[in-house]
Structures are given as C-alpha cells and as structure tokens.
C-alpha cells in the first residue's frame, strides 16, 4: 500500500516571493504519477502539476513547479510569485499507473493550508 | 457549466437517517469515483465504477453504504441509519480512463458535506 505525507499543516507567504510545500512518499511501484491539487475555501479541488515517475526532469507549469527526488521519495511544490488566490489547502497525491484497467484510485497526504498575506 | 456536480451541497441529518447523495460527471466520462474527506484528512478513496459496474469498495465503505450508477451516467451515494462518525465531505470525481494511457486525470464535485447531529 501507498502512503504520502505532508508533515507541515499550515504554511504563510508574502504575496509575490516564494514558497515551497514538502511531500513524500512511500511505495514499492516503479510506474506512478505524483501529483499536487489544490482546494480553495468552499470551492472544489482542481489538479495544479503532475509528475510521472519515470521522468527525470520536473514538471513546471507557469508559476508552479516540482522538485522530485525519486530516491528519496519526495516531491515537493514550489510557487513561485505568490498570489493572493494561491490561498488553498494543497494536497499531494499518488496514483499507481496501470495499464489493465484497474483501479485508479488517487491516496491524498493530509493537505496543508497556505495562506498568502497581502 | 460543464464540470462535475453534486448535489446536495450540504445536507443536515438526524443519527439513524437515511441520506442519498447524488453526482453527475463530466459528460462521456467512463469512470465516476467517492472519496470522503475528514476534517483535518485528505480525502480517502471510497468506491469506484467504469461506466455502470461498480468494480472496487474500499474497506471504509461498511455495509450501511450503498453506491449506483444506473447506465453508466449519474452516481448516488446512499448512507443508511447514519452515524455521528458519517459526517463528512463526500467528493466525487470522474475521468476519462483509456488503457493506453495507464492513468485517469481525476475532475473533482465541490462535494456534499454531511453534517450528523
């Protein structure tokens, strides 16, 4: 079974600098994704970046980027220009690749709360 | 507005009620999943179906909980005699599983939070 960890539970960054949400990981697959969404208050959870496992090179997307240590089973989040609606809970999740057709289903860390202050 | 809905979004029972939740997918999304989400938790993964077959229950899903998705469109979630330990928000999610690819990007409900007085 899989398990992730995300051990700060609440984090605060000025708005336009930069902040970084740690995650790891533990599993016995080779082929998996790795991904980070994002809640809002009262709206509903939207993907921010996915990394697969077996690429080296981190997956970036606008502001927001990976650090993937595969080795180490870590794979934290950096924001790069904090905006005020990067305020959300973030949750990493893991999500076991199969190409049989089984079950997909994703195992979420505890989330933690970043607040951007103005 | 063509995302994943549910409905109701809150929903207020007494303990020993029978409460259905209801969640419509993306259109001509093959997978519809639940989760539950504890205060404090990350949502934990409940049940799943590829189009009408229910294929997996999670452990956490006892037998007072029912899932369906009659002709692979809408989903609902019922919980009967509800328990204070119920309350909670029920997301669903749904995808467009294709074999080749190995993996589903997952389009989350706003949920249904259940509060059990």
């Known amino acids: 079974a899989q398990t992730v960890t995300q051990s700060q539970p609440e984090m605060s960054v000025q708005e336009a600098e930069t902040v970084t949400l740690s995650c790891t990981y533990d599993?016995?697959?080779?082929?998996?994704?790795l991904f980070w969404y994002k809640q809002p208050p009262s709206r509903q959870m939207i993907l921010v970046i996915r990394q697969e496992a077996y690429k080296q090179q981190n997956a970036t997307e606008n502001r927001f980027s990976v650090n993937f240590q595969k080795a180490a089973k870590s794979f934290s989040l950096k924001i790069s220009d904090s905006q005020l609606g990067d305020t959300a809970m973030y949750f990493c999740?893991?999500?076991?690749?199969?190409?049989?057709?089984?079950?997909?289903?994703?195992?979420f860390g505890k989330g933690i709360t970043l607040s951007v202050r103005p | 507005d063509t995302g994943v809905s549910q409905d109701p979004r809150h929903k207020i029972t007494k303990r020993g009620q029978n409460v259905t939740f209801r969640c419509d997918p993306i259109s001509e999304h093959n997978r519809l999943y639940w989760y539950r989400q504890t205060l404090g938790q990350g949502p934990e993964f409940l049940t799943y179906f590829q189009n009408e077959a229910q294929l997996e229950k999670s452990r956490l899903l006892s037998d007072r909980f029912s899932a369906e998705r009659p002709k692979g469109s809408f989903s609902t979630l019922e919980i009967q005699r509800t328990e204070q330990g119920d309350s909670a928000m029920y997301l669903c999610?749904?995808?467009?599983?294709?074999?080749?690819?190995?993996?589903?990007?997952?389009?989350f409900g706003p949920g249904t939070r259940l509060t059990v007085t």
């Open positions: 999610a749904s995808s467009l599983y294709l074999w080749r690819e190995g993996w589903d990007e997952q389009y």
């Open positions: 599993t016995s697959e080779s082929n998996y994704y």
């Open positions: 999740a893991f999500m076991k690749l199969h190409y049989t057709g089984a079950n997909s289903k994703l195992t």
